[in-house]
């Protein structure tokens, strides 16, 4: 995450809601709906992503630098958003599992 990026409040809020469920679930307090509310809105946001997946080059992961065009960095941002929604997930599945 960078200050400099077109909406650094949007990723630093993603990005720590994930932080954060994984620090409740390595303490021990994993809660069902919390996680479950992050990962629907990470879901809907990755899904308006989507179409910068379908259209993806292997260029965008040439570097994870600011260089390259804003397709190259709306490929990356939706690889960043899968891989938080993934771990939200598996966070969901554990929040469940010790639920009941």
Not at 39 to 50: D, E, F, K, N
Not at 83 to 90: H, R, V, Y
């Amino acid at each position: 995450m960078q200050w400099n990026d077109p909406d650094p409040l949007r990723w630093m809020a993603a990005y720590g809601a994930v932080c954060a469920l994984s620090a409740a679930a390595s303490a021990g307090r994993t809660a069902v709906l919390p996680t479950a509310l992050v990962l629907v809105v990470l879901l809907a946001w990755l899904a308006a992503w989507s179409p910068a997946l379908a259209n993806a080059s292997l260029a965008a992961f040439g570097s994870f630098g600011m260089s390259g065009s804003p397709e190259e960095e709306e490929v990356r941002e939706a690889v960043g958003l899968a891989l938080a929604a993934g771990w939200t997930a598996l966070l969901l599945a554990v929040a469940r599992r010790r639920r009941g």
